[in-house]
């Protein structure tokens, strides 16, 4: 073990920023990061065993007990639920003999839960040893298993190849792309390096003018302009760093997954525009454990790129340099928020920092930095091939361009679609042919359920903001059970634990669900329900904690009529008895009562 952490170690240059790598490298090695190797790791990079320790607890997939051989993860997001994962739930217990979080006696198979993959288009959906198996069934489960058992490689039991690059010998997956719409912006004509050369040829701040003047917000749905993002890091002293986010972790949202596969170039050029723009030497894309399938390809295109002289020294022979390099994340949703996603590239917990300063100012090493998604970054090589003019005549006033948007649930169309900011809600649903729809989930459970009255609302920063996520509900569905409990065990699950609030009341929120959806609620519960989630927006210190109470308070908005139907309507004898029993509601849900005797 000690000499091959150390070759580990050296491989990854013996700095603690690369941690992530390392740790992931040893999980993969070892099948878990065994206490020997936290104080081995911690002696090779001359840091704290404690350093070491709580980034290795901090995330998902890594573990301190070995896993299976055949580590099975099975996304139970919402949406798998909604396509049967329970019948493959059923089915991979019952031909293993164990259940959801153990493993087999000889150490072969052993079986977790995760959250969404991104491949929300293609559930039931599933991870082996990091290798991607898509539409599983009772079948599909029957054979795999069988594999398994007779010790085949993970890769060959992939038979059947998805569409594009996702057939190429350097992914071989299972994954489709289902792009349903292209528009003319992300998923139009392209041509590898045009955009770069023409912005080589321009001042820096000029290009930057240019993303001003399309009015390009960030496609991760804060929404925050593009082009001032750039200009206030420009404006910063000393060495600058140029990030991408694609740990595109909100449940319900693919969109990214398919830019990666098959524009990958589109991504790094942006990139690269970004860092000549800023006046940025370095770039890294941080990318989601759940798309390491895509890992080696990616890195083959970073190689192309630098062979045609599009990246690395001089490029294009402009004198200008830049390279990119990929970071591994290793499950976390809250790494998605462009703070924690800075502390886990730095090999830390990804927990939120405080504001200001903002990454612009003080972000990877300390250093200005900028951070955008894949699709921003995408759209900002149309935009200077373009022009900023041509961009904006795209879209509503608000927010210009286009908008990929993530479709999946309960429709016969699920998939990307390329589509202009502006359309309504009902016009998305023809379009992807649903009928008898209950509720549409916009921009993932961080964001709003929108009932059928309002379906005449529009997919616009100004109206229904969206990183992309859009989860189409029947009616056949239990809005509460299926949907709202799915998403509080999520954020539940997913709470860095860092402030009080989050960490506390999305699991007292949790309760109350589940109290309500066996019979148990009263309705003062709704009340409470509404209360705490306004202590959560006020309090919680990133966006992600600010929003995760918004599964129950948009369904408690928009489709009351669900909840007081399940809930008892008490006719109380006094106020004491009002209070007493709020009081012992609050108690069986582990909250201290708002109302005390």
Not at 266 to 274: K, L, P
Not at 379 to 389: F, Q, T
Not at 407 to 434: F, N, Q, R
Request: charged residues 25%; hydrophobic residues 35%; glycine residues 10%.
């Amino acid at each position: 073990m000690e000499e091959k952490i150390n070759r580990i170690i050296e491989s990854n240059g013996k700095s603690p920023d690369r941690l992530m790598d390392i740790l992931l490298s040893v999980q993969n090695e070892f099948r878990c990061v065994p206490e020997k190797a936290v104080s081995l790791i911690a002696s090779g990079l001359g840091i704290s065993e404690a350093d070491v320790s709580q980034t290795r607890t901090f995330y998902h997939f890594f573990s301190a007990e070995p896993v299976g051989k055949y580590a099975v993860y099975l996304n139970n997001a919402a949406v798998s639920g909604m396509m049967g994962l329970a019948e493959v739930v059923d089915e991979f217990e019952k031909l293993t003999g164990i259940k959801f979080g153990e493993k087999t006696a000889d150490g072969l198979i052993s079986l977790h839960y995760t959250a969404c993959m991104g491949m929300s288009d293609q559930e039931p959906a599933g991870l082996i040893n990091s290798t991607v198996f898509t539409g599983l069934n009772r079948e599909k489960v029957r054979k795999i298993v069988s594999d398994m058992k007779e010790g085949k490689p993970v890769e060959s039991m992939v038979t059947e190849y998805g569409d594009g690059n996702n057939a190429h010998p350097l992914v071989k997956s299972m994954v489709k792309n289902n792009i349903r719409k292209a528009g003319p912006v992300c998923l139009g004509d392209y041509e590898a390096g045009k955009s770069l050369s023409k912005a080589l040829s321009m001042n820096p701040k000029d290009v930057i003018s240019e993303i001003q003047e399309s009015n390009l917000r960030g496609r991760g749905g804060a929404g925050f302009p593009t082009g001032l993002k750039w200009l206030f890091c420009s404006q910063e002293s000393g060495d600058r760093y140029v990030l991408c986010n694609a740990d595109e972790g909100e449940p319900g949202t693919f969109k990214d997954r398919v830019l990666m596969t098959e524009r990958a170039k589109m991504m790094f050029e942006g990139m690269t525009i970004a860092g000549w723009a800023i006046g940025s030497k370095e770039g890294i894309v941080y990318l989601r454990y759940e798309y390491n399938y895509l890992l080696r390809f990616l890195n083959s295109i970073l190689d192309e790129l630098r062979e045609k002289n599009m990246l690395g020294e001089n490029i294009m022979g402009k004198g200008f340099s830049f390279d990119i390099r990929i970071q591994s994340g290793a499950g976390a949703y809250v790494c998605g928020e462009e703070s924690a996603l800075i502390e886990s590239t730095e090999g830390k917990r990804g927990e939120p920092r405080n504001r200001p300063p903002f990454p612009t100012q003080s972000g990877y090493n300390e250093k200005p930095t900028i951070i955008n998604n894949v699709e921003t970054f995408c759209s900002a090589v149309k935009i200077v091939e373009n022009g900023g003019e041509w961009y904006r005549k795209m879209g509503t006033e608000e927010s210009a361009g286009t908008k990929l948007l993530s479709i999946s649930g309960d429709c016969k169309k699920p998939g990307v679609y390329e589509v202009e900011w502006g359309m309504t809600i009902k016009e998305m649903l023809d379009m992807v042919e649903a009928s008898d729809v209950q509720a549409v989930q916009v921009a993932g459970p961080s964001g709003v359920c929108v009932p059928p009255s309002q379906f005449n609302r529009r997919i616009a920063i100004e109206d229904l903001p969206t990183g992309g996520s859009m989860i189409v509900i029947g009616k056949q569905r239990d809005l509460i059970k299926d949907i709202v409990l799915n998403f509080m065990e999520f954020f539940e699950d997913e709470s860095c634990g860092s402030c009080i609030t989050c960490r506390s009341f999305n699991m007292i929120l949790r309760r109350q669900v589940e109290k309500i959806v066996e019979g148990r609620g009263i309705k003062p519960d709704l009340v409470n329900m509404v209360q705490w989630g306004e202590i959560m927006r006020n309090t919680s210190r990133c966006g992600l904690g600010q929003t995760s109470a918004n599964p129950v308070s948009s369904t408690i908005a928009n489709f009351r009529e669900l909840y007081e139907s399940r809930v008892k309507d008490v006719d109380f004898q006094s106020d004491f008895d009002m209070k007493k029993a709020i009081a012992e509601s609050c108690k069986a849900v582990g909250r201290p009562p708002i109302v005390h005797e």
